[in-house]
């Protein structure tokens, strides 16, 4: 049950990460076609329900957000310019796993974060020939606020 305030939060903690560049830009759905800029992105995720005794159907008290960190990055044949860009995701992936360790999670809306984590690796989405997207899935879990 992802709201706008969900994806806000994510975005503002996502800036805490020291890999990422204060002069990028840094978008909510939506990439732009030139390299250098950053997105997050909301993406389809289960809602668990549970029936009770009469019927009734009520969200379960644990729920998942999905959502997508993206990169429009440089692109081509130069090998060092790909292993760079890998070399940021990966930096990246550490430093949320270190976030989760810490317990240091975003506030959102819908309730309190348990964990975040990276469920994907870095692969590029699309490319073109100058640019392409980079992004690596992660998963939100956290307890609904009653």
């Known amino acids: 049950m992802q709201s706008t305030a969900n994806i806000t939060a994510l975005r503002a903690w996502f800036r805490g990460c020291p890999a990422l560049s204060d002069s990028r830009r840094f978008h909510i759905d939506y990439l732009a076609e030139s390299p250098t800029e950053y997105a997050i992105y909301s993406v389809p995720s289960t809602i668990t329900l549970r029936q009770n005794v009469l019927g009734d159907y009520y969200p379960e008290d644990i729920q998942t957000l999905n959502f997508i960190f993206a990169s429009r990055e440089a692109f081509g044949a130069d090998v060092q310019t790909a292993l760079a860009n890998l070399g940021f995701y990966d930096a990246v992936c550490d430093w949320v796993v270190e ?39 992660l998963r939100l879990v956290y307890r609904r606020a009653q």
């Open 99 to 137: 976030q989760n360790n810490a317990r240091n999670f975003p506030e959102i809306e819908d309730g309190e974060v348990m964990s975040i984590l990276p469920t994907l690796t870095a692969f590029p989405s699309e490319v073109g020939s100058n640019a392409a997207k980079y992004q690596i899935q």
